[in-house]
């Protein structure tokens, strides 16, 4: 703070003749300050050494001496900000940054993507949002979800369709598929360098179970302890063969028993505000060490009024470096989301199962989604649940609507532009919409949905989809109305199949059925982009719409390691 006061004081009087050199005395000085004379002559001494101006004095009281300013009060914010900023001290940088936006934006233009700064490779994100507290627990974006895995770890991990070790490097169960247990890799360590020891991760698991969320998760676990500093025994009172996913999931990430914010992720936390996120590379990770040391999201919302767009001109397209330059950056990876927006019909009295598939059909001949008003190439219509599941095809015979139907949905804004176009589709059915939003991203407990006919949401699919797929069943409040014996029943047959092809089986089958009695419609994936400057390189989409931070590097600067070429050979 008190840089940024000595900044200030050195503005007050550049402004006074907008940087032309002026006469003044030092008792006015003093007053455009609001500092004692005494202390006018410190400052001037010091911003002369510093080169700020140069003060040529005159003697005797109130004489006026000559003032002439060597560089801009903009300049020099510029200057301090690089300073700060190559000493890694981004935290005390954000003091430097109390300018109008139009002028932040130039300030920060240069600074954002890849940056060697002290020795080491930072990348820098800009953000158009605050991020939410990263809490395991929670279910938050895309961007909290990417985040929370980058600095907590599990005991196991997804890894595309597939589960590997984590904290555990292998894992093993009984015939039965009831007892089961996790050898944890050696000398692991937390983010504050304490090791970790099994009974932590034990308690830690306990603890989860038994929330809300946690307990429908891990609804057959039974029995957990640590026999060995080195392995976590799980019992399970009816065999589950998706236990080691269920330790994958976001829920089961795992903070240190006294520190929340404290994970042994490749990345730890070393400063949350609204203003800067920043991570640090964790030194002792067990895995493949980050390529980058820092990486940081300046997030300032009131920019992207002020011309320089926002990180995610879309929450799915990404841009590391200036946004509003987006043509210079190179489209460094793009793919279509496995996750979708989704329609679900809640069949009842009042909507019957008929007037379900009835709506659904309305919706796929009417050609609604392909003529939303969104930007281009945002998103495509749903033609298969997963890749190789096609959404089976409107029916044929329809029934009259009811009069009247309550949607409820909630983020992403286009769910909102969907809803907005079905009120008049079903207007000319003879049917009043009525439309309810949720200013969530996904449905939480909390939320009342009593009286929604249909409902809409975001299905976001990271990696593991056909666990994922069984997992949204099993735990989303959306499904509560339908989890009675009979479904609960199918999704226990499916978790007790020890066979994976059996599962992916049965998994479809469900689903098939679901969407055939009109239960659900994906509507539309997403496709993810990510841009990127010259200076950044191992830029690759994961499924979460983000890239992964390990992989990710920075080339040295041009001066280093480049190769001359020898001279030719005199004749």
């Not at 800067?276 to 030194?283: D, P, Y």
Request: charged share 15%.
């Amino acid at each position: 703070m008190r840089q940024l006061h000595r900044v200030n004081q050195f503005q007050r009087l550049w402004q006074l003749s907008q940087g032309e050199p002026q006469r003044l005395s030092v008792t006015a000085m003093a007053q455009h300050c609001f500092c004692s004379e005494r202390h006018v002559r410190t400052l001037l001494r010091q911003w002369q050494d510093a080169g700020w101006l140069r003060w040529l004095g005159a003697a005797g009281r109130g004489k006026q001496g000559e003032l002439t300013f060597l560089i801009s009060p903009e300049q020099l914010r510029q200057q301090l900000l690089a300073q700060q900023l190559e000493a890694g001290e981004a935290v005390q940088a954000l003091q430097v940054l109390d300018l109008h936006p139009e002028r932040l934006v130039k300030m920060l233009r240069p600074l954002m993507g890849g940056q060697w700064q002290n020795q080491a490779p930072v990348l820098r994100i800009p953000y158009y949002r605050a991020l939410e507290p990263l809490q395991p627990l929670n279910l938050t974006g895309r961007a909290e979800q990417h985040l929370l895995r980058q600095i907590f770890s599990g005991l196991t991990r997804f890894h595309g369709n597939d589960v590997e070790g984590d904290l555990a490097h292998h894992w093993q169960h009984d015939g039965s598929g009831r007892e089961w247990y996790f050898w944890l890799r050696p000398q692991l360590s937390w983010h504050n360098d304490e090791p970790i020891q099994a009974a932590q991760l034990a308690i830690q698991l306990q603890q989860i179970q038994q929330t809300q969320r946690g307990g429908r998760l891990l609804a057959t676990l039974d029995q957990i302890d640590a026999p060995h500093p080195l392995a976590l025994r799980i019992r399970l009172h009816q065999s589950d063969y998706w236990l080691p996913q269920r330790l994958a999931h976001q829920f089961c990430l795992l903070p240190h028993p006294e520190f929340s914010d404290v994970g042994s992720g490749p990345w730890k936390l070393t400063h949350f505000t609204d203003e800067l996120v920043r991570l640090e590379s964790h030194a002792r990770w067990h895995l493949q060490r980050p390529l980058i040391q820092v990486v940081e999201y300046w997030i300032t919302p009131q920019l992207f009024a002020h011309g320089l767009g926002t990180s995610c001109r879309h929450p799915v397209q990404i841009a590391i470096g200036d946004p509003d330059e987006l043509d210079a950056l190179r489209p460094v990876d793009h793919s279509i989301s496995l996750g979708f927006c989704y329609l679900a019909p809640r069949i009842s009295a009042h909507f019957t199962a008929a007037q379900a598939t009835s709506l659904i059909a309305l919706i796929q001949h009417s050609g609604v989604i392909q003529q939303l008003p969104l930007d281009e190439g945002l998103i495509t219509p749903s033609q298969e649940l997963l890749p190789g599941w096609p959404v089976p095809p409107a029916a044929k015979i329809r029934v009259p609507l009811p009069e009247k139907l309550t949607l409820h949905y909630h983020l992403p804004v286009e769910l909102h532009v969907m809803a907005q176009a079905l009120v008049p589709l079903l207007a000319q059915q003879g049917c009043t919409l009525t439309c309810v939003f949720h200013d969530v991203k996904s449905w939480r407990d909390d939320i009342e949905l009593s009286d929604a006919d249909v409902v809409m949401g975001d299905r976001l699919i990271g990696d593991a989809p056909l666990f994922t797929l069984v997992n949204w069943l099993e735990n989303d409040p959306l499904w509560h109305p339908l989890r009675a014996p009979q479904l609960q029943a199918a999704l226990s047959v499916i978790a007790q199949q020890a066979s994976a092809q059996q599962r992916e089986q049965l998994t479809h089958q469900l689903f098939q059925q679901l969407m055939h009695d009109g239960h659900l419609l994906p509507l539309f994936n997403y496709r993810y982009q990510v841009f990127a400057p010259p200076g950044v390189e191992g830029i690759q989409l994961n499924t979460l719409g983000w890239f992964d931070f390990t992989r990710a590097w920075i080339p040295p600067p041009a001066t280093v390691g480049t190769v001359q070429p020898e001279p030719e050979p005199v004749p």
